[in-house]
């Protein structure tokens, strides 16, 4: 069974960091695509960044609002990927979703076959 699990859940003022991980179980990261995702309420859910996970750090995509302030990564040892967020933005307030794709990264969250639960973070101005 598949299980993806993320922690780091937290409330910062503007500005501030904060590192959310995603552990993976009964899957193995490695040479596949993992994403994190967020919804905003009342808004659709988006793509934050990705990463195809490999045996030399990885290839990381960030999508343009978070592009500077976000870096994903991998630790294969733990199976786990880490988005670490700096800078931090009210804007940035969301649940934040990590998923699991088979294979190369592409974007569409239709194509990821497994998902966390959610964590959320909060950012106040």
């Known amino acids: 069974q598949v299980q993806l699990v993320e922690s780091g859940e937290g409330s910062v003022q503007a500005g501030g960091s904060l590192r959310l991980s995603c552990a993976a179980s009964?899957?193995?990261?490695?040479?596949?695509?993992m994403a994190w995702f967020r919804q905003a309420p009342g808004k659709q859910r988006v793509g934050v960044a990705r990463?195809?996970?490999?045996?030399?750090?990885?290839?990381?995509y960030y999508y343009d609002s978070v592009k500077g302030r976000f870096t994903i990564s991998q630790d294969n040892t733990k199976n786990t990927v880490y988005l670490q967020m700096d800078s931090l933005e009210p804007e940035d307030t969301a649940m934040y979703y990590c998923?699991?794709?088979?294979?190369?990264?592409?974007?569409?969250?239709?194509?990821?076959?497994?998902w966390g639960q959610g964590t959320q973070v909060t950012v106040s101005s």
């Open positions: 990463i195809f996970v490999n045996d030399n750090g990885g290839v990381p």
């Open positions: 998923a699991a794709k088979r294979g190369f990264c592409l974007s569409g969250e239709a194509l990821y076959t497994y």
């Open positions: 009964g899957y193995t990261l490695r040479h596949n695509c």
